[in-house]
């Protein structure tokens, strides 16, 4: 089930956020794995905006952020429960978020992502993104992500249209 985050669910959320970071120690990026959750600051401004969602089995297992860039959605977090992992949760909030862009008229979900990373660009290209280059708004994203200590070189801009109706 995916439904609105709310404030109940920011302690959770932070949680899942450190247990997903985790599995950046095993390809050798453990400054990733030991990033701070978002913040309750964060987390307030993304809910009280309408652009947070979580996936609910039992408990929350994924959530996603998302924020307007250029006039496109813009996915800001993605992050899956490892104990949750495969089961589809993280691509079934990207495609909530497509049905969103596509009632708020958007024309694609942008994201920023580690170029090599196996469950980051690789992924999002099995889920129909392409790279394309930094432009606009997507620019800034990058070099606010650099002011944080992500590299990047590493990294990539992101793109998928949203189908009408999608």
């Not at 050798?28 to 913040?39: L, T, V």
């Not at 580690?114 to 997507?138: I, M, Q, S």
Request: with cysteine; charged share 25%; hydrophobic share 40%.
């Amino acid at each position: 089930m995916i439904r609105p985050a709310t404030p109940a669910d920011f302690p959770r959320l932070q949680q899942l956020e450190v247990a997903a970071g985790q599995a950046f120690r095993e390809v050798g990026m453990p400054e990733i794995a030991d990033h701070d959750p978002p913040s309750l600051e964060t987390l307030t401004h993304f809910t009280d905006r309408g652009r947070a969602w979580v996936s609910e089995e039992d408990v929350v297992g994924a959530y996603l952020l998302a924020k307007v860039l250029d006039g496109c959605a813009h996915i800001a977090q993605v992050s899956t429960d490892p104990q949750f992992r495969g089961r589809g949760l993280g691509r079934a909030l990207i495609d909530h978020l497509g049905h969103w862009a596509s009632s708020h008229h958007f024309p694609a979900l942008t994201l920023t992502t580690f170029r090599d990373v196996p469950w980051n660009a690789p992924y999002y290209r099995r889920l129909g993104f392409v790279e394309v280059p930094a432009t606009g708004a997507l620019v800034d994203e990058v070099a606010k992500e650099a002011s944080l200590g992500l590299d990047p070189r590493l990294r990539v801009c992101m793109r998928r249209a949203v189908s009408p109706g999608r």
